[in-house]
């Protein structure tokens, strides 16, 4: 199986800095985009941003400039530091990945998984 670990959530002060990380574990034969999403009390969720396997990104337009994804394949794990926070910004933030798994000599062809999220509370 594949579990998706996310750490480095916590409560900060609007304009301070919090990087989260998203370990992947298990049976993995590779990570196809990954990204982070989050949800707040009331609203659906909604895609923060994406990260290829050639590192092209897409961010929302509402953490643009302040937020970065990057991934480094060889620990399977994705990253979103995030500058300048708001509290807007808080939210149950969530690691999501596309991924392929292989076990015991089967593969299993590409679906997404989800880590457990992280609480983000930014104060004012």
């Known amino acids: 199986q594949v579990q998706l670990a996310e750490s480095g959530g916590g409560l900060v002060q609007a304009g301070g800095s919090l990087r989260l990380s998203c370990a992947a574990s298990?049976?993995?034969?590779?990570?196809?985009?990954a990204g982070w999403y989050r949800q707040a009390p009331g609203t659906q969720r909604e895609l923060v941003a994406t990260i290829t396997t050639d590192g092209t990104t897409n961010y929302a337009y509402s953490v643009k400039g302040r937020f970065t994804i990057s991934r480094d394949n060889a620990k399977n794990t994705v990253y979103l530091q995030m500058n300048s926070l708001k509290p807007e910004d808080t939210a149950v933030y969530y690691c999501?990945?596309?991924?392929?798994?292989?076990?015991?000599?089967?593969?299993?062809?590409?679906?997404?998984?989800w880590g457990q999220g992280t609480q983000v509370t930014v104060s004012s």
């Open positions: 999501n990945a596309n991924l392929e798994r292989l076990s015991s000599g089967f593969y299993y062809s590409p679906r997404d998984y």
């Open positions: 298990g049976s993995i034969f590779r990570i196809n985009t």
